[in-house]
């Protein structure tokens, strides 16, 4: 906010006869406060080739307005922040499930009763702030982009959690969270929903949790390295230790980044009962013949990604291995990340016993004289996951090209096309396109 408007505002106060430690906090709100309307068209392709059913197919324009305020003056701060989202329908196909037709809604936006995707649908949300010294706590709409918990972004409208969350940076070099969510709102959905893992989340038969405890702190040994621990415990489900080593190294020519991550998860309250889990509290994952722990959540992931970046030029290996008798658990709604090096566009390699492969290349075309300019490939290959008959594979090929205006009237107008191959367990095509474009209002 400019020196102008603040003025304006103090103005405006005083003509309202408000004290002027009024007028200084609001002013302090104010000043530091940032809003944004992002416009984003959003188009996606989905084919299925191993089922008998009509390709899935959707487009779509959403509007996503975000403001957040700065803080009041004092040793107690308030703030609010503000998200109001609404998704247009453009073209959605035909009717889910009904046989006949070319194509039908996928899962960008709601259905109608009679299977038809809605015209439109949208959210207002808020999240109220207290900050005291360097440390805030927000109790409302919270995005996370934790190891124990992350949020989705891959449809016209991203995925939503409410709870709060407190984040704490007192020490130098030390970051601290600790939150509770409680419900989600999904990514094509204006509604609220419980909390639970695959194997649980039928949302006609399924069991949900209202409670879902997580913390961590984040410790920057130096410049180039960090270490991270993190927990977190859906109620009646799952408890959950991540440890976590990020480094950076610069080398004669070129950086390399090393990243290691282990997860280590075990069943929790109605999941560790076999009462519970005959109730619905189950995991996915693969069981011989009468195991009495058939559906509780018995989980080790670890896994190592290793980056190397020399000008415009990116390369990418990783391994990953699952291990234990269910698959990985993950706060899943149906729509969802997973925060894993293997968080692939369509399938996220979490099944029980799995090992992955992965490569990847990524150029920047700043450097031949295209700024703005960006693709990517990437390859993720498993295998040897448990199944009643034998082992299975599958493998992924993701492909990505961005674009973002660097100059002129169309300066930050993003284009971005993503393309993706499944085969193995599933098989699927998938393809999207996503304009974009932002407008700071403040």
Same mark, same amino acid.
């Given at each position: 906010?400019?020196?102008?408007?603040?003025?304006?505002?103090?103005?405006?106060?005083?003509?309202?006869?408000?004290?002027?430690?009024?007028?200084?906090?609001?002013?302090?709100?104010?000043?530091?406060?940032?809003?944004?309307?992002?416009?984003?068209?959003?188009?996606?392709?989905?084919?299925?080739?191993?089922?008998?059913?009509?390709?899935?197919?959707?487009?779509?324009?959403?509007?996503?307005?975000?403001?957040?305020?700065?803080?009041?003056?004092?040793?107690?701060?308030?703030?609010?922040?503000?998200?109001?989202?609404?998704?247009?329908?453009?073209?959605?196909?035909?009717?889910?499930?009904?046989?006949?037709?070319?194509?039908?809604?996928?899962?960008?936006?709601?259905?109608?009763?009679?299977?038809?995707?809605?015209?439109?649908?949208?959210?207002?949300?808020?999240?109220?702030?207290?900050?005291?010294?360097?440390?805030?706590?927000?109790?409302?709409?919270?995005?996370?982009?934790?190891?124990?918990?992350?949020?989705?972004?891959?449809?016209?409208?991203?995925?939503?959690?409410?709870?709060?969350?407190?984040?704490?940076?007192?020490?130098?070099?030390?970051?601290?969270?600790?939150?509770?969510?409680?419900?989600?709102?999904?990514?094509?959905?204006?509604?609220?929903?419980?909390?639970?893992?695959?194997?649980?989340?039928?949302?006609?038969?399924?069991?949900?949790?209202?409670?879902?405890?997580?913390?961590?702190?984040?410790?920057?040994?130096?410049?180039?390295?960090?270490?991270?621990?993190?927990?977190?415990?859906?109620?009646?489900?799952?408890?959950?230790?991540?440890?976590?080593?990020?480094?950076?190294?610069?080398?004669?020519?070129?950086?390399?980044?090393?990243?290691?991550?282990?997860?280590?998860?075990?069943?929790?309250?109605?999941?560790?009962?076999?009462?519970?889990?005959?109730?619905?509290?189950?995991?996915?994952?693969?069981?011989?013949?009468?195991?009495?722990?058939? =559906? #509780?959540?018995?989980?080790?992931?670890?896994? &190592?990604?290793?980056?190397?970046? /020399? %000008?415009?030029?990116? $390369? !990418?290996?990783?391994?990953?291995?699952?291990?234990?008798?269910?698959?990985?658990?993950?706060?899943?709604?149906?729509?969802?990340?997973?925060?894993?090096?293997?968080?692939?566009?369509?399938?996220?390699?979490?099944?029980? =016993? #799995?090992?992955?492969?992965?490569?990847?290349? &990524?150029?920047?075309?700043?450097? /031949? %004289?295209?700024?703005? $300019? !960006?693709?990517?490939?990437?390859?993720?290959?498993?295998?040897?996951?448990?199944?009643?008959?034998?082992?299975?594979?599958?493998?992924?090929?993701?492909?990505?090209?961005?674009?973002?205006?660097?100059?002129?009237?169309?300066?930050?107008?993003?284009?971005?096309?993503?393309?993706?191959?499944?085969?193995?367990?599933?098989?699927?095509?998938?393809?999207?396109?996503?304009?974009?474009?932002?407008?700071?209002?403040?």
């Amino acid at each position: 906010m400019s020196r102008k408007s603040t003025l304006t505002l103090a103005v405006v106060a005083g003509t309202l006869g408000l004290p002027m430690t009024v007028q200084e906090a609001a002013a302090a709100f104010i000043e530091d406060s940032k809003a944004s309307l992002t416009f984003k068209n959003f188009y996606i392709n989905q084919d299925d080739r191993d089922q008998d059913r009509a390709r899935s197919e959707e487009w779509g324009q959403g509007f996503l307005f975000d403001f957040k305020s700065g803080f009041t003056e004092g040793p107690i701060g308030f703030g609010l922040d503000l998200i109001a989202q609404e998704a247009i329908r453009l073209d959605g196909g035909g009717r889910s499930g009904k046989s006949g037709i070319d194509r039908s809604p996928g899962s960008v936006f709601p259905l109608e009763s009679n299977g038809k995707g809605k015209t439109d649908f949208g959210r207002l949300n808020g999240t109220g702030k207290i900050r005291i010294s360097n440390t805030v706590a927000e109790l409302g709409v919270l995005r996370p982009k934790l190891p124990v918990v992350v949020t989705n972004d891959g449809r016209l409208l991203p995925q939503l959690y409410h709870g709060g969350q407190i984040t704490s940076k007192e020490f130098k070099d030390l970051t601290f969270v600790v939150g509770k969510l409680e419900h989600s709102t999904e990514r094509n959905s204006s509604d609220n929903y419980g909390l639970s893992i695959a194997g649980a989340n039928s949302l006609t038969s399924g069991k949900f949790s209202n409670k879902f405890y997580y913390g961590g702190v984040d410790y920057k040994v130096t410049k180039d390295l960090m270490l991270q621990y993190y927990f977190g415990n859906l109620e009646d489900f799952y408890e959950q230790h991540f440890f976590g080593v990020v480094h950076n190294w610069e080398l004669p020519a070129g950086k390399l980044k090393t990243d290691l991550r282990y997860w280590t998860s075990d069943s929790s309250g109605a999941n560790s009962r076999a009462s519970g889990r005959a109730e619905g509290y189950r995991s996915a994952g693969y069981w011989s013949a009468g195991d009495s722990n058939s =559906g #509780e959540v018995d989980n080790d992931l670890w896994s &190592a990604l290793f980056t190397y970046t /020399l %000008g415009g030029h990116e $390369l !990418k290996a990783g391994y990953q291995k699952s291990t234990g008798d269910s698959d990985f658990p993950v706060l899943n709604q149906g729509g969802y990340s997973v925060p894993l090096i293997t968080d692939a566009m369509t399938e996220k390699f979490t099944r029980v =016993g #799995e090992r992955v492969w992965l490569a990847g290349y &990524a150029y920047d075309f700043a450097g /031949l %004289g295209i700024p703005g $300019l !960006k693709s990517s490939l990437t390859y993720y290959s498993g295998d040897e996951v448990d199944t009643s008959s034998d082992e299975k594979e599958e493998w992924e090929r993701d492909f990505r090209v961005d674009y973002v205006v660097p100059t002129g009237t169309l300066k930050g107008l993003g284009l971005t096309w993503r393309s993706t191959a499944v085969r193995g367990i599933r098989e699927r095509d998938d393809n999207r396109l996503y304009v974009t474009y932002t407008w700071n209002l403040l």
